[in-house]
């Protein structure tokens, strides 16, 4: 589901597979799903996948969703799938029906070339990569990677 199997390898010993994982291509070809941004707001206020409403992971605020029916078509991402994975769990706790976890997240969006944008919704080539060690999975020199 991610092109580069060593950061593949690193994602399985993460993920527990409670929520079902979806990839960023069929993210891509998907229409009306809601999708949830589980990182911190340092994280989303730099760049984030356009239409995507913050929910954070550290205090996660389910309140951008109280308009929603209980099947709704939710995709939720973070950095890699961790933290995406473990709200997504929640959701599924709160009776949400139609939760998946965005296999490789936002950088796995970002290698394969799909737009971010900042916090104004103007497309952007910088990238909050958690820190350097988490980083290194993010490809191409297009990219500017802060932390």
Request: net charge negative.
């Amino acid at each position: 589901m991610v092109e580069n199997e060593k950061f593949d390898r690193t994602i399985r010993n993460y993920l527990s597979f409670d929520v079902p994982v979806v990839s960023v291509s069929d993210l891509k070809n998907m229409d009306n799903v809601v999708i949830l941004d589980a990182r911190e707001w340092e994280e989303y206020d730099i760049s984030h996948i356009q239409g995507a409403r913050f929910v954070g992971f550290s205090d996660a605020k389910f309140d951008v969703l109280q308009d929603l029916p209980k099947d709704t078509t939710i995709v939720v991402y973070c950095s890699i799938g961790y933290r995406s994975e473990k709200v997504g769990e929640k959701l599924m706790e709160e009776g949400f029906t139609n939760v998946s976890n965005l296999y490789g997240s936002i950088f796995e969006w970002v290698n394969r070339g799909y737009p971010v944008v900042d916090n104004r919704g103007d497309r952007t080539d910088t990238l909050h990569a958690y820190d350097r060690k988490w980083s290194r999975w993010v490809n191409g020199d297009s990219i500017t990677k802060v932390w």
